[in-house]
């Protein structure tokens, strides 16, 4: 937290965790880590979730040159997504020893991340990219074993898991465990350098902030009616970005990048937001999300962030978040996540003539590389490194947008946390056969938000 008052409001958020307290206290008994290993000794990793962002994190991973590392357990509920994820790994690291997963430690399943962490030994990394929803009831686990963590973006969707992390990370704290969270715009080397020159005051105080998500359709957060042959639960999973207790949904999984680079210039959290959106053109998608989202976030000094997301055909694409202060702007991306081109103009306005630092073109390092060698470097030299606060801090905010838009009010920060509405009870006891957390209504549709209508944050 960058205030008093933010880091009271922390402090608050804490002393309501109740039953995540409890969940801390099942940690007792946990086994110590050896955090950290030097330069020779080899750091094994296992992969919860082995979709798309699983698969991508797994190749940066084993791309880290500070000694060797190596893929040796994968965990998914989907045989087809592990298969998949080990082919595409086998395809990149041909004739390598940076993966050995034999056929016996590639577990199917809602109980496999407990069984791929069970090859591991304390110090190796766990990297979790399930939907967040099995976020807290992973790290738990990791926690218990004594593992590193890497973990995806959004940490959490709701209030309830935010406490339940947050009140976990204390005890990984303690045991010196190193944990990465997947907001890798904050490892970027210009944003970087351009968060330090907006703290030296080369813009001045910033007292409004704009950031845009808008592109055409988003396939993945448009869920098409289910086919037979499948449950609900698993075609919600295999679906995720349409649930919001799975994923928070649109908002949570692709804004929040917007969101939390646009916080950390700032170097403070909004403590309210007020918010409007719609669903326009859906066609047959029985997902829950809007498509447009348009929220204005309110921080402690006054100052302003609008966020504006939108996924219709046809209309002005941008992807892009820009700070605006007493003495010019600042653009913190304009080119989707990397390369930022960051730069600084002395007025309000981006002209060529008002330039007054750009970093340099082209950008040579990958932030989604830089944050995995910052993890592996912590853990090889035993540097303190947790990066699960702010990554709940920035998921909480990003959720309090998606509310705000979704009951159509105004929702602050301190009331945001002490929500106890949980979007997937009993989720620690899932399995394959299981009903889901979210049931679809008679005509196989899903309960879908209606602004000022339906106020129930059940579909918020």
Known sequence: MTTQSHEASRRSFLKTTGAAAATTSLLSTAVSA????????????????????????????LSVDNGPIKLVAMADVFESNLNNSHGNLAKQFPDSDKLEVPDEQKFIGFDGYKKAMDCLKPGDVV??????????????????????????????????????????????????????????????????????????????DINFMRAYRMAGPTGSAAAPPKPEGISDLMYQIKHFHGFLWLSGGAVSDFLIHNIDESCWMKNAWPVE??????????????????????????????????????????????????????????????????????????GQSPDKQNLAWEYPQPEKHNPYQAEWEH?????????????????????????????????????KLDQMMKLDHDFAPGIEELTLESESPLQPKADGTYPIPYPGLVKNREYA
Not at 55 to 61: D, K, L, R, S, W
Not at 127 to 144: D, K, M, N, S
Not at 158 to 186: I, Q
Not at 387 to 405: H, L, N, P
Request: proline share 2%; with cysteine; aromatic share 8%.
């Open 273 to 346: 937001a007020k918010a409007s959106g719609g669903r326009h053109y859906r066609g047959d998608s029985i997902d829950q999300n809007f498509d447009t989202y348009s929220i204005e976030y309110t921080f402690e000094d006054g100052a302003k962030l609008f966020v504006n997301g939108r996924t219709i055909p046809g209309c002005h694409q941008e992807f892009a978040s820009y700070a605006h202060g007493t003495k010019g702007m600042a653009v913190i991306s304009s080119s989707s996540h990397w390369p930022s081109k960051a730069r600084i103009y002395s």
């Open 127 to 204: 990297i979790l990219t399930t939907p967040c929803a099995f976020r807290w009831v992973h790290y738990g686990y990791a926690i218990e074993r004594g593992l590193n963590v890497f973990m995806e973006k959004p940490v959490t969707a709701d209030a309830p898991s935010t406490r339940k992390m947050l009140a976990l990370n204390e005890k990984a704290l303690e045991k010196n465990l190193k944990v990465a969270v997947g907001l890798m715009c904050r490892h970027c080397d210009a944003r970087r350098e351009l968060w330090e020159r907006i703290q030296d005051g080369e813009i001045g």
């Open 34 to 61: 050896r955090a950290y290993a030097d330069e020779k000794n080899t750091v094994q990793l296992a992969l919860v979730g082995c979709g798309g962002r699983g698969t991508g994190a797994a190749t940066n991973a």
């Open 375 to 411: 993890l592996i470097d912590a853990i090889r030299n035993d540097i303190a490194y947790n990066e699960v606060e702010r990554g709940c801090m920035a998921s909480i905010v990003t959720s309090m947008g998606r509310m705000a838009a979704h009951t159509g009010q105004v929702m």
